[in-house]
């Protein structure tokens, strides 16, 4: 969709109010050089306003914003995916699934971004595959198995194991 002079101005505007840390100057200098190619992958201005909502608010497995800039608002992505309208025949994203959890793009997998965060999983395998196909995670196995060697009771060697309620 090419975007009017009207359009282009209120939707700067609009997402310059949902995210006031994208300059409004960036913003407007980035969909004029999406008008000058192709355009946006929006089906119509409703369209594009709930991409640019849906773009601007998502959030990084820590709770911060996923977005730090607003230069990819007008490139394929799921915000024009999952807000395009039903029978919508806008652009499609054609991100890769993730090797290890193929119903998350490989860019984005918050299934590895979880792993990452807990030490399980080194960044740069982000969207790859780092067990075994059909193998159970090792590596987290391993860590509960050293966290219970952990817990063995000093005076008797014994693993400890907490009392069941009613025991």
């Known amino acids: 969709m090419i975007l009017t002079k009207s ?7 609009m997402i310059a109010a949902m995210r006031p840390d994208f300059e409004s ?20 201005m409703n369209h594009a306003i709930r991409a640019a909502a849906h773009y601007t608010t998502q959030l ?11 230069a990819m608002y007008p490139a394929t992505g799921q915000h024009w995916d999952q807000t395009a309208p039903t029978g919508s025949r806008h652009k ?4 890769p699934p993730c090797e290890e959890h193929p119903t998350y793009d490989a860019r984005t997998c918050a299934c590895c971004w979880a ?17 075994a196909e059909g ?17 063995k ?3 008797h060697g014994e693993e400890y194991l907490p009392q069941q309620p009613g025991a």
């Open 60 to 70: 990084a497995p820590d709770g911060s914003h996923a977005k730090h800039t607003p």
């Open 7 to 13: 359009q282009g101005e209120r939707l700067t505007r």
């Open 115 to 131: 792993d990452i965060k807990l030490g399980e999983r080194p960044e740069n395998m982000l969207g790859k595959r780092i067990h």
């Open 153 to 155: 009771s000093p005076e």
């Open 92 to 95: 499609r994203h054609q991100e």
């Open 25 to 44: 100057n960036g913003i407007a200098r980035i969909l004029q050089k999406a008008n000058q190619n192709e355009g946006i992958p929006a089906h119509d």
């Open 135 to 151: 193998k159970p995670n090792a590596f987290g196995a391993q860590a509960v198995k050293q966290a219970l060697q952990a817990l």
